[in-house]
C-alpha cells in the first residue's frame, strides 16, 4: 500500500530521509520494518500475521483507525483506505 500523510514529523523524518533523530530511542529499526511492511501489504487482514506487533483495530472515536505495539508507550497508529489502496493519517502515538 501506498503511504499518504505522515503526522509524526519524526516518523516522517525517518520515513523520507532516514533520519532518527525525533523517534523515540531504540525504536528507529522496528519502526523501519513496520514500514516497509505497511507498504509491502495488500490487504489489512495481513496486520495479524504479525501477533508481536499487536495489530488491532480502534473502536470508540477511533473507530477505522488502526494500531501496531513499537514499545510499552508507543503506537503506530493509521487508518486504511482499502479503495485507494493507501495508508493515512500515519502517527507515532505515546500511549501513556
Known amino acids: 500500500m501506498r503511504i499518504g500523510r505522515i503526522a509524526h514529523k519524526g516518523l516522517r523524518a525517518l520515513y523520507e ?4 533523530k525525533a523517534v523515540p530511542a531504540g525504536t528507529a529499526d522496528k519502526l523501519r520494518k513496520m514500514l516497509a511492511f505497511l507498504e509491502s ?8 500475521a504479525l501477533p508481536v ?6 473502536t470508540g472515536d477511533r473507530k477505522g483507525s488502526w494500531s501496531l505495539h513499537v514499545t510499552r508507550n508507543w503506537r503506530l ?3 486504511i483506505d482499502v479503495a485507494e489502496h493507501e495508508i493515512r493519517d500515519l502517527d507515532l502515538e505515546d500511549y501513556h
Not at 530521509?17 to 532518527?20: A, F, G, L, N, Y
Not at 506487533?53 to 480502534?58: F, I, R, S
Open 41 to 48: 501489504m495488500n490487504d489489512p487482514d495481513e496486520l495479524k
Open 77 to 79: 497508529t493509521f487508518n
Open 53 to 58: 506487533w499487536k495489530a488491532h483495530e480502534l
Open 17 to 20: 530521509d532516514d533520519s532518527i
